[in-house]
C-alpha cells in the first residue's frame, strides 16, 4: 500500500534522525568513557552491551509486532516518538555524566541501555516508512540517502573524536562536548516536531500497523528467507572490513605504518560508502539520464577532493582509489537500474578487489581494501528493499528480522575473521568476507531478471 502523499519534509526529518544515530554511534560514549577513566578493556566491553541491547530492544519490537491489544497497538503507532525520547534520555545521561565524571555503574549500563534500545527503534521504524511510503525503486533510492547520511554522521564522528580527544591527556575539551550536545538536542527536537506535524499521513497506515500479521509465517516466504542471510552476510562485511582495514594496514607487510597513518587511510574506505550511497540515491530516481551521469560526476569529483584534503594526502598518493570511483562509475552505467544486476556486479568488484589485497603486498593492496568501500555502499539498500518485496501485512514484522539479522551478522563475521586472523594472518582472514560476497552474488542472481 503506498500512499501518494508529499513525504519531503517527512524525508528530511528521517535524514536528521539518521545523521544524529550514525554521528552517536561512538562519540559520546568514548568522551564518557575518558573522563570516567574506563579501562581499555571494559570500554570494549561497554560497547559490545551497546549492540546486545540494540539486539534485545529490536526482539522486543517483533514480540511486540507479533501480539494485539490496545496497549500495544498504541506504542506502535507511536514509537518512532518513543524511539526518540528514549535515544536522548539516554545521550543526555552519557552528557551528563561524561561533564561530570564518576558514573555509577547502574547509570553506566541505564545509558547504553536507553542509547542501544533507542536508537534500534529508530531504525526499524524509518526503514519501514520508508518502504511503505514508497514504491520499490524509490524506497530503494530514498534509503540509499538516508543511510549515506547515517554514514557522514559517521565519518564525522570519527574525526571529531581524532581532531579533539587526545588519549594521552588528561583532560576533556568540555567545550566541544557542550556544543555537540546543544546542537544534537535542537536537531533531535526539530525532527520529532517535524514528525509529529506530518504524522497525520500516517493514518492511512494505522489500519495496517494494528492488523495482526501471520505471526512467523513470513519465514515461508523463500525470497525473504534468502534476504536474512544476505543482509546477515552485508553487515557483517562492512563491519569486519572496516575494523580490520587499520590492523591490516599496521601489521601486515602491505604498508607497515604507524597506526595514526593507518586511521587516517580508514577515511577512504567510509567516505567510499557515502560516495555510493549518494550517488546510488540518483542514480535509482527518475532524473533525466544525461542530468543523472552529471550529477553523479559531480559527487565524485567533489567528495574525493575533501577526502583527500582532509587526511592530507597528496593526490598522486591517492591515484588507485581515483582509478576505483572510475570503476565504480561505469558499474553504476552497466547495471542499468537493475538491483539484482547491481547486486551481482558490486559485489563481484568487491570480491576482485579482496583477491588483490590478499594476493601481494604492494601498495595497490592497501587502496584495494579501501575502494571496496565504494562497492559495499549500495548492497543494503538493495538486499533490504528486494527482501521486503510484497510482504504485505507482515512488513513490519520483515523490517525487525532484517535488522535483528544484522547485528547478528555483525557480531559472528566479526568474530569469525578474528578468530581467522589469528590463525593464518589477517591478511588471509579477508577470505571470510570474499565467501560472504559469494552468497550475495547468488542473491543477486535470483533477482537478475526483476523489473
Keep these: 500500500m503506498n500512499v501518494k502523499n508529499n513525504y519531503g519534509l517527512l524525508y528530511v526529518c528521517f535524514i536528521s534522525i539518521f545523521l544524529i544515530c550514525g554521528f552517536l554511534i561512538n562519540i559520546f560514549g568514548t568522551f564518557l568513557i575518558k573522563a570516567n577513566n574506563i579501562s581499555d578493556f571494559n570500554g570494549e566491553l561497554i560497547y559490545s552491551l551497546f549492540w546486545v541491547f540494540s539486539l534485545l530492544i529490536s526482539a522486543a519490537c517483533l514480540f511486540i509486532d507479533s501480539y494485539r491489544n490496545k496497549l500495544l497497538d498504541?506504542?506502535?503507532?507511536?514509537?518512532?516518538?518513543?524511539?526518540?525520547?528514549?535515544?536522548?534520555?539516554?545521550?543526555?545521561?552519557?552528557?551528563?555524566?561524561?561533564?561530570k565524571s564518576n558514573i555509577p555503574t547502574f547509570m553506566l549500563i541505564l545509558t547504553i541501555i536507553l542509547i542501544g534500545g533507542g536508537s534500534a527503534l529508530i531504525k526499524i521504524l524509518i526503514s519501514f516508512y520508508i518502504i511503505e511510503f514508497t514504491s520499490a525503486k524509490k524506497s530503494n533510492s530514498i534509503l540509499n540517502l538516508v543511510l549515506g547520511f547515517y554514514t557522514i554522521g559517521y565519518l564525522v564522528e570519527i574525526y571529531l573524536i581524532s581532531k579533539?580527544?587526545?588519549?594521552?591527556?588528561?583532560t576533556l575539551d568540555i567545550e566541544i562536548i557542550?556544543?555537540?550536545?546543544?546542537?544534537i538536542s535542537l536537531l533531535i527536537i526539530i525532527s520529532s516536531l517535524i514528525f509529529i506535524k506530518?504524522?497525520?499521513?500516517?493514518?492511512?497506515?494505522?489500519?495496517?500497523?494494528?492488523?495482526?500479521p501471520n505471526k512467523f509465517r513470513i519465514l515461508y516466504n523463500a525470497n525473504f528467507v534468502l534476504g536474512l542471510m544476505a543482509i546477515f552476510f552485508y553487515c557483517g562485511i562492512e563491519s569486519s572490513i572496516g575494523n580490520n582495514i587499520v590492523k591490516l594496514l599496521k601489521y601486515s607487510n602491505i604498508l607497515n605504518t604507524t597506526e595514526e597513518i593507518a586511521k587516517k587511510y580508514l577515511y577512504f574506505y567510509w567516505a567510499g560508502i557515502i560516495i555510493g550511497r549518494l550517488c546510488g540515491f540518483l542514480y535509482l530516481t527518475n532524473i533525466i539520464s544525461y542530468l543523472k551521469y552529471f550529477l553523479l560526476i559531480i559527487i565524485y569529483f567533489s567528495l574525493i577532493p575533501i577526502i583527500i584534503f582532509i587526511t592530507g594526502f597528496e593526490f598522486k598518493d591517492c591515484i588507485y582509489f581515483i582509478v576505483i570511483a572510475f570503476i565504480n562509475f561505469l558499474c553504476f552505467a552497466l547495471s542499468k537500474k537493475s538491483e539484482g544486476k547491481m547486486l551481482c556486479i558490486f559485489s563481484l568488484c568487491s570480491i576482485i578487489l579482496l583477491i588483490i589485497c590478499m594476493a601481494n603486498n604492494?601498495?595497490?593492496?592497501?587502496?584495494?581494501i579501501l575502494g571496496t568501500g565504494l562497492f559495499n555502499s549500495i548492497i543494503f539498500a538493495n538486499i533490504f528493499c528486494m527482501a521486503t518485496h510484497n510482504l504485505g501485512i507482515n512488513?513490519?514484522?520483515?523490517?525487525?528480522?532484517?535488522?535483528?539479522?544484522?547485528?547478528?551478522?555483525v557480531f559472528v563475521i566479526n568474530s569469525i575473521q578474528d578468530f581467522f586472523a589469528s590463525e593464518v594472518g589477517i591478511?588471509?582472514?579477508?577470505?571470510?568476507?570474499?565467501l560472504s560476497y559469494i552468497y550475495i552474488?547468488?542473491?543477486g542472481l535470483h533477482h537478475i531478471n526483476d523489473k
Design 74 to 99: 498504541s506504542i506502535k503507532n507511536n514509537s518512532l516518538i518513543i524511539g526518540l525520547i528514549i535515544f536522548y534520555i539516554g545521550i543526555s545521561i552519557a552528557y551528563i555524566y561524561t561533564t
Design 164 to 170: 579533539h580527544l587526545q588519549i594521552e591527556k588528561e
Design 178 to 183: 557542550n556544543v555537540l550536545y546543544i546542537a
Design 198 to 212: 506530518k504524522s497525520k499521513v500516517l493514518h492511512s497506515i494505522k489500519p495496517y500497523l494494528v492488523n495482526k
Design 362 to 368: 604492494f601498495n595497490i593492496s592497501a587502496w584495494a
Design 395 to 409: 512488513l513490519l514484522k520483515g523490517v525487525t528480522m532484517l535488522i535483528i539479522m544484522s547485528l547478528v551478522g
Design 427 to 434: 591478511q588471509k582472514s579477508f577470505v571470510i568476507p570474499i
Design 441 to 443: 552474488v547468488l542473491y
